[in-house]
């Protein structure tokens, strides 16, 4: 019997990564998006966003469980992360309870662990607490670093790496998951049982103390063809960079002061106490020969 998977960002790099995953079972699925597409015609689409109550009671009827990937990730207005990704959440909540769909995976953020660091983490972990105390079948996600085809963040380091430099924030190391993994991964968690009712997990790439940030920007410099200069910059320096992109890109900029203030930690390993149970789910794709394929992604749809 087909059953029916809901999911928030339907539209967002995670989301269609999901959808491609999806369209490879036999699952239908419902997906919720400001604008509609037209290229994903199998899909039973919902036109909304979180602030629209009437699309999320559609989203969630009749659905099997929700998988809550909407959010926002970064804004030159931090005010705006509190009604996107708390109340937001609160909404998808709600409908849940209103269409009686106990189960929710919800996509949260390594941010989450250090929420004095971005209003962004700080809102990821409001999030968190609200799902913790719904009373749903729960289960939450905290990615690390995500890439892969269609990202927009990442695709800025891969474009540095033309010119042979990729700046990075002061010495750390963070885990990498490529999008595709994550999708898996969230798909798998829809089944509930007592190994992921109520947990929390830290997917990552099988990369035991993830990634050095020198290593990673090596690792996208191999990618791209290229050996690149890889220099350490301090807070202060990417605090005014920052002011910068403002400056040139308004709020189309990537570097904002909040994700200064994340970037600049020096840990953001996923932790092996909250890795997901291998018999649920393991990582396929290596980050070495992912970062190639998606350095190849982008050439192939002209994004240099």
Known sequence: ?????????????????????????????RALARKVPADRPTVDWVEGNLADHAALGKLANCAEAMIH??????????????????????????????????????????????????????SKLAA?????????????????????????????????????????????????????????????????SSKVRRKMFEPDDGRVGGWSHKEMAQAIGEAMGRKVFTPHFPKFVL???????RLLRGDKAKLTADRVGYMCHPNWVARTDKAVPRDV???????????????????????F
């Open 239 to 245: 605090s005014s960079a920052a002011k910068a992109d």
């Open 1 to 29: 019997m087909t059953r029916t998977i809901a999911i928030t960002g339907g539209t967002g790099f995670v989301g269609q990564a999901v959808l491609d995953a999806v369209a490879r079972q036999d699952t239908s699925v």
């Open 281 to 303: 789910w393991m990582p396929t794709i290596p980050s070495r020969e992912g970062l190639k394929s998606t350095a190849d992604w982008y050439r192939k749809q002209g994004w």
């Open 128 to 192: 968190e607490k609200l799902v913790e105390a719904s009373g749903l079948d729960w289960t939450i996600v905290r990615p690390p670093a995500v890439y892969g085809p269609r990202d927009n963040d990442m695709f800025e380091l891969f474009n540095s790496a033309r010119f042979g430099v990729v700046p990075l924030p002061p010495g750390g190391a963070t885990s990498l998951i490529h999008v595709d993994d994550l999708a898996k991964l969230l798909l798998a968690l829809v089944p509930s």
């Open 69 to 122: 990937i909407a959010g926002l990730t970064n804004t030159p207005d931090p005010v705006e992360f509190e009604a996107a990704n708390v109340t937001g959440t609160q909404a998808v909540i709600d409908a849940c309870k209103a269409a009686k769909v106990s189960r929710l995976v919800f996509v949260s953020s390594l941010s989450a662990r250090k929420p004095e660091l971005s209003h962004y983490g700080a």
